[in-house]
């Protein structure tokens, strides 16, 4: 009999299939992270909770023989040390994250939903009805952090594969084009972001017990009655944005002074301080200058990697994110690049063209973009390639042109990818990067766009199932001899029913009552 060990999480201790015979990858495996075998069946599984009991046509346990999970565990388990603390399984981590932005919930949200419900705990790998909490919302954070983008670049190109071995994804026509991802900052201003690099320093002089004189609240008040000011004219914008660099300059004098007398400072209010001296460096310089742009400006004191965007939109000039150049294949989105600068898409046609013949082992039969991707180079080379690009012609117009019906539909199948844009940020949190780093925003991104399709590939075939099993059972169900008998006997019942009464068969009461017999006899049976 095989023996089931346990999970051990910060206050709990659930069972779960962790058999005692490890699996065996080509390289050696790392000491702190135990695998599990996956492949070898559970005995006894009547006995557990689930039993064999759990919808396999549900969602959350479709999406997951969709996943590769050994494939992933083998890639998880290369992140590990040989020393330390055993890592947390792989399918419970990626499980969970995978979750959370299928469902928008936080870490914590996530994991209490997933503690009451069965077939999300199935998801994430357990055989067992886990009631206690399985891991800390902390442990999450780490994982993004150790992880990176590089490892969910991988989760990203094995899932896909095998939605595209299983025929899910087909290979069809390209549809390109960029888009940007704003992070969550508030709205930056010049004198907003000058009076929260200086409250910053304030609070790093008292935490390190400077005793000088900061002027924290005479600057406080000056920003406060800014702030209360309805008609901002640029005379007062100038006099105190002039202010807020006064305080500022002064206070990162004290603050280096008081570093100076200080040790064991902590590495991250080193970084801080940098880029708190470079913000006031560009301010600086724009105000002398009288001007509104500089290289490199920074919009966040929190994530200076963050850089004004302009998207020439209407309503959204100018967003604060990255940049990510994307393509549309059979309702599917893939991020092909992604950079927190301002580019020119339509450089990266032959980088779309590449991941696409990687994917699929061939090149698109055409490829649709807007006006910016028919630059002459661009034409050339689809030209070369054998790839058809749904571009307007070059040149004049001709005098008798004739109707391109072909061009024309291609263009309207870029609504496809606009819609996917609007989709994954009205829905799957892409309006808003919450995770704080230069690169874990590339992880929400990514873990995003793989949540979208799966999530609604799996939805739409359970409402196909769902529709196609109502009506066969509705019509297997008023087809049977048990329907018909019932239906007429009742039918009977009620006609002997009005007759002792003296009421006329044909009155309309009649027919609604037979309509409803109808009905209950169909839910009796």
Not at 93 to 107: E, Q, W
Not at 242 to 260: C, F, G, S, T
Not at 295 to 312: E, N, Q
């Amino acid at each position: 009999m095989r023996y089931f060990g346990s999970i051990q999480g910060p206050k709990c201790t659930i069972f779960a299939d962790t058999p005692t015979k490890s699996v065996h990858f080509s390289t050696e495996i790392r000491g702190m992270y135990k695998p599990k075998d996956r492949k070898t069946q559970v005995l006894f599984l009547e006995l557990f909770p689930f039993g064999g009991s759990l919808d396999q046509r549900n969602r959350w346990l479709r999406i997951r023989e969709l996943i590769p999970w050994e494939e992933l565990e083998y890639e998880y388990l290369k992140y590990f040390s040989d020393v330390g603390r055993p890592g947390k399984d792989a399918q419970l981590i990626l499980g969970l994250l995978l979750l959370k932005h299928m469902t928008k919930l936080s870490d914590r949200e996530m994991i209490a939903a997933v503690m009451e419900n069965p077939y999300m705990q199935a998801f994430c790998g357990f055989h067992s009805m886990a009631t206690a909490r399985m891991i800390d919302a902390s442990t999450l954070t780490q994982a993004r952090k150790r992880l990176g983008p590089k490892f969910f670049r991988q989760l990203e190109k094995k899932t896909y594969a095998v939605l595209i071995e299983r025929g899910i994804i087909r290979a069809r026509g390209l549809l390109a084009d960029a888009t940007v991802f704003p992070e969550e900052i508030k709205f930056p201003t010049d004198v907003g972001l000058l009076n929260d690099v200086r409250r910053w320093l304030v609070r790093t002089i008292r935490s390190l017990g400077g005793k000088v004189r900061t002027r924290r609240r005479k600057a406080d008040k000056e920003y406060l009655r800014f702030s209360k000011t309805k008609r901002k004219t640029k005379k007062i914008i100038d006099r105190a944005k002039k202010a807020m660099l006064q305080y500022v300059r002064r206070n990162i004098r004290q603050l280096e002074n008081v570093l100076q007398k200080t040790s064991g400072v902590e590495t991250k209010i080193l970084e801080w301080l940098v880029v708190s001296k470079e913000i006031f460096r560009q301010q600086w310089e724009m105000y002398k200058k009288r001007m509104n742009r500089i290289a490199g400006r920074i919009v966040s004191l929190h994530r200076p990697y963050v850089r004004p965007i302009k998207t020439g939109k209407q309503v959204r000039d100018t967003e604060f994110g990255a940049k990510g150049a994307l393509t549309h294949v059979d309702g599917f989105l893939f991020l092909d690049y992604w950079k927190h600068e301002a580019f020119n898409e339509s450089e990266h046609v032959a980088r779309h063209l590449a991941t696409y013949a990687e994917r699929f082992g061939k090149l698109p039969p055409y490829f649709v973009g807007d006006t910016k991707y028919g630059t002459r180079v661009n034409r050339t080379d689809l030209e070369t390639l054998g790839v058809r690009p749904s571009f307007k012609p070059l040149g004049r117009r001709a005098k008798t042109p004739g109707p391109d019906r072909w061009f024309k539909k291609k263009q309207k199948e870029r609504n496809r990818i606009e819609g996917a844009f609007g989709n994954g940020k009205e829905h799957y949190g892409l309006s808003r990067v919450r995770y704080k780093g230069e690169e874990t925003s590339e992880v929400w991104v990514r873990t995003s766009l793989l949540a979208i399709r799966e999530r609604e590939k799996c939805e739409a075939r359970s409402r196909e199932d769902a529709a196609a099993s109502a009506t066969g059972h509705d019509h297997c169900m008023r087809s049977t001899p048990v329907f018909i008998f019932q239906q007429t006997l009742i039918t009977c019942y009620i006609r002997n029913l009005f007759d002792m009464n003296h009421i006329a068969p044909e009155c309309l009461a009649f027919d609604i009552i037979l309509c409803l017999i109808g009905g209950t006899a169909y839910n009796i049976s």
